[in-house]
């Protein structure tokens, strides 16, 4: 059974930092991306960050490119979203995904809230004074 389990949101001001973590499990796929997306109250989903499993690639979203990078540590099946200098306007549920890339195309759409095949459940990020 796959299984994501994000974690690491909470209460942060303007300007602070926090480290967001993705457990996997489950997974039989020869590649995969996992992919972080955020969902603020009232807006859409929209994709922030993806890595690639076979060459760790990344993707990383203009509005917060700069501030947020993504990395994964095997050993631990866990992928991690490390924001810096965080924005009110980055209060959102945080979720983790994954992309199956049997379809190699799939890789350069990893950021469609459409792609991904498994989700996780979401973590909470707010950004106050």
Do not use: H
Not at 27 to 38: C, E, H, V
Not at 84 to 100: G, H, I, Q, S
Not at 103 to 115: G, I, N, Q, R
């Amino acid at each position: 059974e796959v299984q994501l389990q994000a974690s690491g949101g909470g209460l942060v001001q303007p300007g602070g930092s926090l480290r967001l973590s993705c457990v996997t499990s489950g997974f039989t796929f020869d590649d995969y991306a996992i992919t972080w997306f955020r969902q603020a109250p009232g807006k859409g989903r929209e994709g922030v960050a993806a890595i690639r499993q076979s060459d760790e690639n990344t993707f990383i979203m203009p509005a917060v490119k700069g501030r947020f990078t993504i990395s994964k540590d095997n050993a631990k099946n866990t992928v991690y979203l490390q924001m810096n200098n965080l924005k009110p306007e980055d209060t959102a549920v945080y979720y983790c995904a994954v992309v199956d890339l049997k379809d190699d195309s799939k890789w350069y759409v990893a950021l469609s809230e459409y792609v991904p095949d498994y989700w996780g459940q979401g973590t909470l990020v707010t950004v106050s004074s």
